[in-house]
């Protein structure tokens, strides 16, 4: 590959940047041998929007994907387009109604990240937030995992995350840490108005800087044995809790400082 491509697989992933950004595609291979629906439904796709199309074995495919997960279609792409923090803020005003985003302090796993994309994109979340340094960037197995989020969530990478927070808090938006020490319960707490949920690393958690821009620090309650969830989880419930306040209409709750 060439300059800033990257080579992108599976169906979802595949799908939504032919739909999303077909621009950004260069080349579609598909598995020889397979004419399902969803297949050709990708070919359609990519010969409508005058992407190239090849027809290889499964082989091939594997050794283009790196991976012989790939569903039987591989794509050649653009790489993602992560945006800088000097959009943000003028990005932030653009928003329609009260903004929601997801802020991932450090995430490294590939697949962690997609999930968290996965779900943030389901929540109706407006964007992603994330550090540059010692995390994981959109790569092809976070497009996989991501099922298309990663195509159509716009994802900030930025160099200073506290700073980052401290836009985002003078944006309006409401930010609260998720932290096993939080002073208070999810389910207590207010989720009400723009807000922006941040979460910390696998096993880390929330950095200090991070956790001292927080306006308020909550903590999932635990009734088994183990500790802590996986932050693809813990993203899941706390959006949810978040989607689930709003249109009940029930947000409010404690907003002390952390």
């Known amino acids: 590959m060439a ?3 990257q080579r992108i697989y599976g169906l979802h992933a595949v799908e939504s940047a032919l739909r999303h950004q077909p621009r950004q595609v260069h080349h ?11 297949v050709e439904r990708l070919e359609r796709l990519a010969r409508e929007s005058g992407v190239p199309v090849s ?19 591989v794509a050649e792409v653009a790489g993602a387009a992560e945006r800088d923090a000097q959009s943000l803020p003028q990005w932030l005003e653009g928003i329609a109604g009260d903004p929601f985003l997801l802020v991932l302090d450090g995430v490294q796993d590939p ?3 997609g999930a968290c994309l996965r779900t943030a994109e ?7 937030v994330l ?10 197995v ?6 298309g989020a990663a195509e159509t969530l716009p994802v900030f990478r930025v160099t200073n995350l506290a700073r980052a927070l401290d836009t985002i808090k003078a944006a309006g938006l409401w930010v609260v840490g998720a932290d096993a020490a939080g002073e208070h319960v999810l389910y207590d707490a207010a989720l009400d108005g723009p807000i922006a949920w941040v979460l910390g690393a696998e096993g880390r958690g929330l950095r200090r800087l991070t956790r001292e821009r927080c306006d308020l620090l909550v903590r ?14 813990a993203a899941g419930v706390c959006l949810f809790e978040t989607v689930r306040r709003r249109r009940a209409g029930a947000g409010s709750g404690p907003r002390g400082a952390c």
Do not use: F
């Open 55 to 73: 027809r290889e074995p499964r082989e091939v495919l594997t050794e283009l994907a790196g991976s012989s997960r790939h569903q039987g279609a």
């Open 3 to 5: 300059g800033s491509c």
């Open 142 to 147: 976070v497009r996989k995992v991501a099922a």
């Open 122 to 128: 389901a929540a109706g979340v407006h964007g992603v």
């Open 28 to 38: 579609l291979w598909l598995a020889q041998g397979r004419r399902d629906a969803r």
């Open 131 to 140: 550090p540059r340094d010692k995390a994981c960037g959109i790569t092809p």
């Open 220 to 233: 999932i309650p635990m009734a088994g044995a183990v500790g802590s969830l996986n932050v693809s989880v």
């Open 111 to 113: 697949h962690n990240l």
